[in-house]
C-alpha cells in the first residue's frame, strides 16, 4: 500500500472505533479498551503517512513537552523528541542531576514548576520494581492538583516512555510491525508470538517490554508464549492479566521454560533479555541503602548466573523450529548481537541481519505511536482534524 | 476577575504609563523607574491572561534565547524555556562545563561567539557577592561592542535570572502576587511585610531574594521589615537603597532581629533562608584559592552556626502574631518544611500547606514576568501590539 | 556594500554556477567543485544579509537536526544551533555519554534510530587520525541504507562539523573574511598567506584548520605558506592535494619551518597551534588502549616540546615584516593570546586587539555558511527560492 492509502484506510478504520482518550494520559496499555488501542495506531499510521508525503501535522502553536529519564535512553529520547517537535512543542529536559528535584522538593511542586506552559510531561523510570509506575501517577495527581487549583492554564498529559510495568510506545510499534507484516490486526488472531528470555551478558536489564508484550499481544487472540529459564519471572500481576487478556480475546497464554518448546512453529519471535524480579527488587533494596559491595556482589551473582543460560540465543537451528523456519524476528533494539556487540548475546548475527530492516523499520513507528498518544489526548475531534490535514495543499 | 476583563484593565493600566524598556537589558530592579515595573507586570499579567485564552503571543520568527546557568536551577530555568519558547525562540544552553568558557576565553569573545543570532541572553550567576552583577554587566558590555561594530546583527537583551544582588523575576512574581491577592497596587501602601530570615539545614542560599523583595516592596508603600539573627546581614548597599526607597514612596522600611517583632501584624510574611553575607564572600575567597579544607571547615562552622537558630521558624503560633492571623505567606520555592523536606526548616507542614496553592501561583507568574521582560526590551510599541494580539482570531 | 547590495550581488554570482549539492553530505571541501564552494558563499552571505534585513529564511515546517560532539565545542555548537533554528528545525543533541552509544551498538542503528525526523546530522569528531572523517562516512553509509530501505522518509544530510582531517564550515568562515575583506575572490589570486604553526601552553589541538586552509586557500589562486617547526607535520595526503590544487589554480604551496619566511611580505596571516600528528597517532593509539600512565607521560612530553618553541607567536615585530605592516590575521577562535589566557601563547595582546572585530566577523560567517550547506543540500532549485526570499515583504 502505499501512503495515500493507508491513509485513507485508517481513516475509515478510525471512523468505526470510539477511543476516550481526550484528555487523558497514556500509562498501561492493559488500562485502555481495544478502541483506544487500534485508534492510536490508526492515528500513528495517518501521521507516519503524513510525514512521508510531507504533510506537517502541527497542532499546537507554542508550548513545552517535558521529559524526564530516569534511565539512559537514545532511541525512545529521540523518538519523543521528534514526536513533539512535529506537533510544534520544544523539548525541555528535566535532568534531575542539573535540578533540584534530588534535594527533598516534593514531586508536586516540581510537576506544577515544570508546567506552567507544558503540554505533556514524558517519563521514563523502568529501573526499580513498584516505583516508576507510581511516581508516573504521583506526577499526573499533581498536575490534577494544579490544574484543578487553577495554578496551569492547561493540564499536561503524562506519558509512560517506560515504566517498571509497561513500555507501551515501544510494545505499540511492535503490533504496529505486525499489523503492517501481517496484513492487518485480525490476521493476528491465532497466530504464535514467543516472548523469549534471551542470554545477554548485561545485568539489570528492565521487564518492561515482556510484561508489556505478553499483555498486548494477548488482546489481540494471538497464542502467546512467554518462555525464560526457571527464576527469571516477570512480576505476578502482569503475569495474571495477560492470562485474562488471552481468555478474553480467544488468544491463549502459557509459560515454558523451554526456548525449544516456545519457537516451534511460532509465526514471530521476540528473543530479549531481562533481569529477574527478584534481582531487580533486592537491586532496588540495596540501591536504597546505598549497599554497594552488596551492589557489586548481586552483580557478580547475576551475571554468573545469566552465563548459565547462554544457550538461550536465537541461532539459525532455533529459527528453523519457527513456522516454515521463517518466523518474524522482532526486537526493541539495540540487541545483543553475538559476535558483534558480544562474544555471545540474544542473537545470532546472520538471524540479526536478515531480520535487521523489519526492526529498523519497527522502531521506526515509534515516533508516531508517541505523536499519536497526544494528539489523541489533545484533539477533542481526531477524525475531522485528521482529514482536513490530509487534503491540505502543501 | 476572568481572563478577558484582566487583559482589557491591564491594557488601560499600561496606557497611564511611560516605560523605557525598550532596546535595554533588565538587571536590577532598582535601576529601573516604577512605571518600567508596572509595564513589566501589567504586560505579565496580560501575556499570562492570553496563555489562559489560548492565544499566542509569538513575536520573533525564529532566533536563539541562550541561557547561562552558573548555579543549578529549576524552577528559573523551565521558566525561561517557557518564555522564550512562547515568544518565538529556541533555547540554547550555555554549559559551562561543556563548553571552553573556563579554559582561558575572555566572556567577551564567547558573549559574541554565542550571538550571532540571539535575541536574548539570561543569566543566573548568584553565589558570589561581587560576581554576578559585574559578570552581566560585562556580557552586557561586550555585545554592545559587538553591535556597534556591526558583529552582531541585534544585541541580546541581557536578563537577570538570578546575580548576587537582585532576582528580579522572583521578585516581580512575589509582586504580582501581591497585586492580584490584595487587589491592586495601591492597596499594598501602608500594608507590612516581613521579609523575615528562617532556619534551613543547607548552607550557601543566596542573598538576592531578600535584597530584592526589600527594594521592590518599599517602592510601594509598604511598610518592610527585615528580620533576621544578628550576623545574617544583606550588602550594605542594597539594604541603603531600600531605606531611601521607603523614603520616597511613604512606606517605611526598618530592621530587626526578632522574627516576632517582624511577624507581629504582618499582612505578608515571606520567611526564607540565607548565608550571612560574610559567609559568602569567605566562601568566595576560599574556592577562588581552592582552600577545600578551608571550604569544609566554613560549611561545618556554617550549618553549627545556622543551627543556633531553628526556632526562626514560620510555625502557626507566629503566623497566629500576623494580621488577623493569616497574612499571606510567600516563598520562592522550594521551602523547607518541617517534616517534610528535612525535619526542622524554614516553615511547618500545616503553615505550608495552607498557602501551597498561593505559592504555586505565585511562582506561576514568573515565565510570564520573563516574557514580559523581553517583549517590552523587543517590542517598539508595546501597547498597539498587545491590542492587535488580543483581537485576533484564534 | 549595504546588506540589499550584497543580496544582489550574490545572487548575481550565483546565477553563473552551477552547484551540485543537492541531496549531497558535505565532508570536505577538497571532494567539492570551485562552483560547489562559490556557491555556499553566496548563499551564506545571501542569508546573512537576510537575517540583517530581517528577512526570515526558514525552510522546513518541522523536523530534528541532530549533532554530534565527540569533541568540546562553544562556538561551532552555537553556529550549527542558530543555523538549524533559522531553516526551522530543532536541535537535538545525541550525548554520547547520555546515551548508549558506547555501549556495544552498532552505528549503522544508531544512526537510523535518530533519524527518523531529521533532516541533518552534524558531527564533530576530530580528535583521532584516521578516524573522524571514517565515522562521518559510516554514518552516511548507514542513513543510506535506512533511506534506501524505506527506514527513513528522509534522508538526512551529513555535515562535518570538523573531523580529523577538514573544518569546512570554519574555513569558508575563513575564506569569506577574505572575500569580503579584499571584495572580490579574485582579488585573492597571487595573495600570500602564512598559515603557520604558533606556540601554545595546550596540547592536543586538531590538525583539521591548517589541513582545511591549505586546501581551500590553494585553489584560489594564493600563495600558501605553511610553517611549522620540524616535527609538527600534518598528514601527509592533505599536503599533497594542497600541492595539487595550488598547481591547478596558478596558485602556489610551500612548506617552511621559518616563521619569518611565511610572514616576510604575507597578505593574510593565521597563526595558530597544532599538535603534530605524530603525537595524535600515538595519543589515539593509547587512549585505545586505555594506558592513562603512557598518556601522561606523552602530554607532558609534548608539552615540554611545545614549550622550545615559544618563539613562534604573533608579535608586532612578526606583523611588521607582513606586507605593508598590516597582514590580516586570522584565526578560528579562541586564541592563545599573551598575558590574557595564558602567559605566552599564540599572538601578542595588541596584535590580536587591533584584529579582534574581524576575527568576530570572521566567525559570525559560520552559522551562515552551515545554514548555506544545509540549504543547497536540501532544496532544489535555491536560486528561485532565494529571489522569492528576498522579495517577500515582513
Chains 1, 2, 3 share one sequence.
Not at 293 to 303: G, P, R, T
Request: with cysteine; proline share 4%; net charge negative.
Amino acid at each position: 500500500m502505499d501512503k495515500k492509502e493507508i491513509i485513507k484506510s485508517r481513516l475509515l478504520e478510525l471512523e468505526k472505533l470510539q477511543p476516550e482518550l481526550y484528555g487523558k494520559d497514556f500509562l498501561l496499555t492493559w488500562e485502555n479498551s481495544l478502541d483506544n488501542l487500534k485508534a492510536i495506531m490508526a492515528v500513528a499510521e495517518i501521521l507516519q503517512s503524513l510525514h512521508w508525503e510531507k504533510k506537517p501535522f502541527r497542532i499546537f502553536d507554542y508550548g513545552l513537552a517535558v521529559s524526564i529519564f530516569r534511565d539512559n535512553s537514545t532511541r525512545t529520547r529521540f523518538s519523543f523528541a521528534s514526536a513533539v517537535n512535529a506537533l510544534g512543542l520544544a523539548l525541555a529536559e528535566l535532568d534531575e542531576v542539573k535540578s533540584q528535584i534530588a534535594h527533598g522538593e516534593t514531586v508536586r511542586e516540581t510537576a506544577n514548576m515544570i508546567s506552567f506552559l507544558t503540554e505533556v510531561i514524558g517519563i521514563r523510570d523502568d529501573m526499580y520494581p513498584g516505583e516508576g509506575h507510581s511516581y508516573m501517577l504521583e506526577v499526573a495527581e499533581a498536575v490534577n492538583d494544579g490544574f484543578q487549583n487553577r495554578v496551569l492554564a492547561q493540564r499536561p498529559m503524562i506519558l509512560n516512555l517506560q515504566s517498571d510495568l509497561d513500555h507501551p510506545t515501544q510494545c505499540l510499534a511492535d503490533l504496529l510491525k505486525l499489523k503492517s507484516y501481517f496484513g492487518d490486526l485480525n490476521q493476528l488472531k491465532g497466530k504464535k508470538i514467543a516472548m523469549s528470555w534471551a542470554y545477554s551478558p548485561s545485568y539489570g536489564k528492565p521487564l518492561s517490554v515482556p510484561q508489556g508484550i505478553i499483555n498486548l499481544m494477548s488482546r489481540f487472540g494471538m497464542e502467546v508464549v512467554l518462555a525464560y529459564p526457571e527464576g527469571y519471572d516477570l512480576l505476578p500481576e502482569t503475569v495474571n492479566s495477560a492470562q485474562a487478556f488471552a481468555e478474553q480475546s480467544g488468544g491463549s497464554f502459557r509459560i515454558t521454560h523451554s526456548m525449544t518448546d516456545a519457537f516451534t512453529d511460532a509465526d514471530v519471535v521476540y528473543p530479549k533479555s531481562w533481569a529477574p524480579m527478584t534481582v531487580m527488587q533486592e537491586r532496588t533494596r540495596l540501591l536504597k541503602e546505598g549497599n554497594l559491595q552488596a551492589l557489586q556482589a548481586l552483580e557478580k551473582q547475576c551475571l554468573a548466573e545469566n552465563a548459565r543460560h547462554q544457550d538461550w540465543e536465537c541461532t539459525e537451528e532455533m529459527m528453523k523450529l519457527t513456522r516454515n523456519g521463517n518466523a518474524l524476528y522482532e526486537h526493541c533494539l539495540p540487541a545483543d548481537i553475538s559476535g558483534v556487540s558480544c562474544p555471545k548475546g540474544e542473537v545470532a548475527k546472520s538471524v540479526f541481519e536478515r531480520y535487521r530492516i523489519h526492526t529498523y523499520q519497527e522502531a521506526g513507528y515509534k515516533p508516531f505511536v508517541i505523536a499519536a498518544m497526544i494528539f489523541l489526548s489533545k484533539i477533542k475531534n481526531p477524525l475531522s482534524h485528521l482529514k482536513s490535514l490530509n487534503t491540505l495543499e502543501q
